[in-house]
């Protein structure tokens, strides 16, 4: 008889098809893994699993075909690797990002850093919906972040000083959105069209477009699935370490006021999410004021 210890329970264990076999899976924050972590999952997979890996849509890993009455001593192998069992049920589940800044010409924001603090923070939280944190460096949102329930896209807003513009157009050409265009030797923008991904910045050859710096569009409510809905927005941060907050905020919202067996897609209508926008935004005009902040 299999001891209950508990870890059958947890939501990184995964009951499949054949009810005799779990599936186990790993906590990778950011989907960053090291060589030694990527060589010590091979040997528990080897050891445990059916002799493969699996590589989900959330930047985890998943060793497949665990027999359950070995979960505890591979629980204590995962844990020594720096590769602990995951999160999956109603909780804060493994945290996305791209490359970020890091390595990635379009990027805005570092993402990488941001996902592993909100990841050692939030982590695992039980909460009364799952909840998926999602970060990308730009707008062109590869990790998808608007349909999570949490989403953080980089962004960067130019801005047009009088006087400098060349009229050389390059912006123009660089701009996927359309959204820019020559009139009278300058260029002009259309802010309903721009998407604020600070392509045309990189562009201008003669570096006469400015821009407000890095900032942080946060979104709330988005959903995978079959049904998806992208999210609302909530603000526009100006530093990574508001963001933290403001994503805290967020899911001591959730855990306070949204109930369980709904998306939160589903219910934020009901728990006054335009409500809980005004207080956090009311409660950080202070931090706008004195610097570094938010932007409705």
Not at 181 to 189: A, D, F, K, Q, T
Not at 191 to 206: A, D, H, Q, V, Y
Not at 211 to 222: A, E, H, I, P
Not at 261 to 273: A, T, V
Request: glycine residues 10%.
């Amino acid at each position: 008889m299999i001891k209950d210890t508990g870890i059958h329970m947890k939501g990184g264990v995964i009951t499949e098809l054949d009810y005799d076999f779990c599936t186990v899976r790993t906590r990778v924050p950011a989907g960053n893994l090291t060589p030694a972590q990527l060589r010590g999952l091979a040997d528990i997979a080897d050891a445990y699993g059916k002799g493969y890996i699996h590589v989900t849509t959330r930047q985890t890993v998943e060793i497949p075909h665990v027999d359950p009455a070995r979960l505890e001593v591979l629980a204590r192998d995962l844990a020594s690797n720096n590769t602990p069992i995951g999160s999956e049920k109603d909780e804060i589940v493994n945290v996305v990002c791209c490359p970020g800044n890091e390595r990635c010409k379009y990027a805005n924001i570092d993402t990488i850093t941001l996902a592993r603090e909100l990841d050692a923070r939030l982590f695992g939280r039980e909460m009364p919906v799952k909840i998926r944190i999602s970060l990308s460096g730009c707008p062109n949102a590869c990790t998808s972040p608007m349909l999570n329930e949490i989403g953080i896209i980089g962004i960067r807003e130019p801005i047009r000083t009088a006087g400098l513009c060349t009229g050389c157009g390059t912006c123009m050409e660089y701009c996927r959105e359309d959204a820019i265009r020559i009139r009278n030797g300058i260029s002009v923008l259309d802010t309903e069209r721009c998407m604020k991904c600070g392509n045309c910045l990189i562009s201008c050859p003669f570096g006469t477009l400015k821009t407000k710096g890095r900032q942080y569009l946060v979104t709330v409510g988005g959903r995978r699935g079959r049904h998806p809905k992208v999210g609302r927005k909530l603000a526009v941060l100006d530093d990574d370490t508001t963001v933290i907050e403001i994503v805290e905020k967020i899911v001591q919202w959730v855990y306070r006021r949204a109930w369980s067996g709904r998306l939160l897609s589903d219910q934020l209508d009901d728990i006054r999410f335009d409500a809980f926008r005004d207080e956090v935004l009311a409660g950080l005009e202070k931090q706008k004021e004195d610097g570094p902040g938010i932007s409705a």
